[in-house]
């Protein structure tokens, strides 16, 4: 398969470009992820032990508590935060935690992320343009 290219809404600019990690489950970054390692550490989450740092997190939408947005800034401050996020429909405490974050973040897209994004492909998020460039990699997956 080659490139993908989606179009969607700017939530919070930047541009990176980085590996993919996707949930198909809403992440809560107040007690759903350790801020200090990065690690998925909600009990029965698909990604229950996997870290995100480094990373671009696709998934739904966020979930829980407002402090979720200062969870992940202080993720930021362990190195510790994933370097993209690409969400369906963004939510206002991931959002928030993103732009003060300043990690690159889009939502809406004009394709399903969740199902045209494998974990392991390489993606490009150019938050600036509006833009997801996804080569998908057959053998890196996660």
């Known amino acids: 398969m080659g ?20 949930s ?15 690690l998925v550490i909600e009990k029965g989450h698909e990604l229950e032990g996997v870290n995100v740092a480094g990373k671009i997190l696709i998934f739904p939408v966020g979930k829980g508590s407002s402090v979720g ?19 369906l429909r963004a939510d206002p405490i991931v959002a928030v935690g993103a732009i003060f974050s300043d990690i690159p973040m889009v939502d809406r897209l004009d394709g399903d992320p969740l199902e045209l994004i494998k974990s392991g492909d390489t ?5 600036d343009q509006g833009t997801v460039t996804v080569d998908p990699d057959e053998y890196e997956r996660i």
Do not use: C, Q
């Open 3 to 22: 490139k993908i290219i989606l179009k969607g809404h700017t939530v919070s600019k930047g541009k990176v470009t980085g590996k993919a990690l996707v």
């Open 24 to 38: 198909h489950k809403p992440i809560s970054f107040m007690g759903g992820v350790d801020p200090e390692t990065g």
């Open 69 to 87: 947005s200062y969870r992940l800034y202080e993720m930021v401050h362990h190195k510790a935060h994933p370097i993209g996020i690409i969400n």
């Open 123 to 127: 993606v490009e998020l150019d938050a």
